[in-house]
């Protein structure tokens, strides 16, 4: 029985291709237990406005070097702020009125550590795409770097695949899967030029655009 595994670090509503994971693997494991890296997306999303780009951060309280889950979120300002700015920018988007009345509810509840906000996201986006993985966590006792976690992630629950990003993939010991007998996949998606408001297509953005300007139905067709 094929068992495939997606790894990945819990993040603020992430661009398209993360979601494709949850919609290609029959488990999604929110990897909260490696460090904490401001320049990824742990604690932002990127919009598109009629200024451009533009990044929505949640605030944290942050010592280097800490693991994801122990990031504590340093205010609540967000928590107004981002919907205000989600609605401003695509308020008047084809698809916002369905898809706002269900993702609104995210942001009254109080979160005080990042990873909850994150978490929370991902569980959202799951059940917005009726993916069918199953949402883990890092099974209790893993504890190895990069590659070799990855590896023992993937023993621990069982997988027969390894559902890779491009990037990921470029650090895993093949060889070392293979002899555990599991196969590695790389996600291979070709995400179109999708319509958008405020001018030329943009990449790289939150997934929440691409739900605002042409649907669930639309984004789900590409990404599985």
């Given at each position: 029985m094929t068992r495939v595994v997606a790894i990945h670090q819990p993040e603020y509503f992430p661009v398209p291709s993360v979601v494709g994971k949850l919609?290609?693997?029959?488990?999604?494991?929110?990897?909260?237990t490696v460090d904490f890296n401001r320049e990824n997306l742990q604690h932002r999303l990127k919009i598109k406005t009629d200024q451009g780009a533009q990044w929505l951060t949640i605030p944290v309280l942050h010592a280097t070097p800490q693991r994801i889950h122990d990031v504590v979120t340093a205010d609540d300002r967000w928590l107004t702020g981002h919907p205000k700015s989600?609605?401003?920018?695509?308020g008047k988007a084809p698809c916002f009125d369905a898809i706002?009345?269900?993702?609104?509810?995210?942001w009254v509840i109080r979160y005080k550590y990042?990873?909850?906000?994150?978490?929370?996201?991902?569980?959202w986006l799951a059940a917005?795409?009726?993916?069918?993985?199953?949402?883990?966590?890092?099974p209790a006792g893993v504890q190895a770097r990069k590659?070799?976690?990855?590896?023992?992630?993937?023993?621990?629950?069982?997988?027969?695949?390894?559902?890779?990003?491009?990037?990921g993939a470029q650090y895993l010991d093949r060889a070392a899967f293979a002899a555990a007998g599991i196969e590695v996949q790389v996600q291979a998606l070709q995400l179109p030029a999708?319509?958008?408001r405020f001018g030329p297509f943009v990449s790289g953005l939150s997934v929440l655009d691409a739900l605002f300007n042409v649907g669930v139905a639309e984004v789900r067709g590409w990404l599985r």
């Open positions: 919609l290609q693997a029959d488990v999604f494991v929110l990897l909260d989600l609605q401003l920018a695509y706002w009345p269900a993702l609104a509810p995210f990042l990873a909850d906000a994150t978490r929370a996201a991902m569980v917005m795409f009726a993916a069918p993985a199953q949402l883990a966590m890092v590659g070799d976690l990855v590896l023992a992630i993937c023993q621990r629950l069982g997988a027969t695949a390894y559902l890779s990003g491009v990037s999708y319509p958008q």
